[in-house]
């Protein structure tokens, strides 16, 4: 019984260290995150009342206000240019990328200063960078969604959350490719190849109309599609990021 009991007590022990390292993990990750977060406060606050006054502007557009305002539109005619229509949704996007002003990226490349040898940060760092990202743009969406649902009538309220997901993973994926560039030391490649592939969605009429079409059931092609681009984006992220780490 006593050898039961000392074992016991050294896989309690043993249990507690790990949890203790994990907690602290946890606590220097989130100081990280708050050590990059916490500059630029002046300019984010600039482009923040800047954005602020133009997206307004959409509430008091002829634009049907049940659809998201980050979501893209089809064209009722096709005579209807199709960039003109979709000016709020590039508003958004340009909006979403320009808030963050980089810093998911800072935070994925910032130096960890509690070590004197610098080491390699691994998938686990890089994983808490894709959930950074994604909670920036649900909190970027949500915010504007709140004030849509207290806008928009009951009954379209559903149609509301779905377009408001939709453009919530479109600025995750462009999010991810202007990354790539950020690793690559090639910002501005990285941000036209971003401009170029969302102008060029919302030029395809085509495109967007295969997109939200259904695919099984109530849920959109867009579901799908939007998924499977940011796990193959981050894919694509994490070995350019292994790259960088290695040289």
């Avoid at 009991?5 to 602290?24: F, K, N, T």
């Avoid at 199709?82 to 935070?107: H, K, R, W």
Wanted: proline content about 3%.
């Amino acid at each position: 019984p006593m050898l039961r009991i000392l074992l016991i007590a050294r896989h309690g022990l043993c249990y507690g260290v790990q949890l203790q390292r994990s907690a602290e993990k946890l606590m220097h990750a989130i100081c990280r995150i708050g050590q990059v977060c916490g500059r630029k406060k002046g300019l984010r606050m600039l482009i923040f009342v800047i954005y602020a006054i133009f997206a307004s502007r959409f509430y008091y557009s002829a634009q049907d206000t049940g659809i998201f305002m980050g979501m893209f539109r089809i064209a009722p005619a096709m005579s209807h240019p199709d960039l003109t229509l979709n000016m709020y949704p590039l508003l958004f996007m340009v909006g979403g990328i320009a808030l963050a002003l980089e810093q998911c990226s800072e935070y994925l490349m910032i130096p960890d200063y509690l070590v004197y040898v610098r080491s390699r940060r691994g998938w686990s760092h890089f994983c808490r960078y894709c959930a950074l990202l994604l909670c920036y743009c649900a909190l970027f969406t949500g915010v504007q969604l709140i004030i849509a649902v207290m806008i928009v009538s009951r009954d379209r309220q559903e149609c509301l959350l779905m377009t408001a997901i939709c453009a919530a993973l479109t600025l995750a994926v462009l999010m991810l490719i202007a990354n790539v560039g950020y690793l690559l030391d090639c910002r501005v490649l990285g941000y036209v190849a971003v401009a170029a592939l969302y102008i060029a969605l919302l030029s395809l009429d085509g495109v967007r109309r295969w997109l939200i079409s259904s695919w099984i059931g109530v849920i959109p092609c867009w579901a799908p599609v939007l998924t499977v681009l940011f796990l193959v984006l981050a894919m694509v992220n994490l070995i350019v990021f292994e790259h960088v780490e290695m040289y």
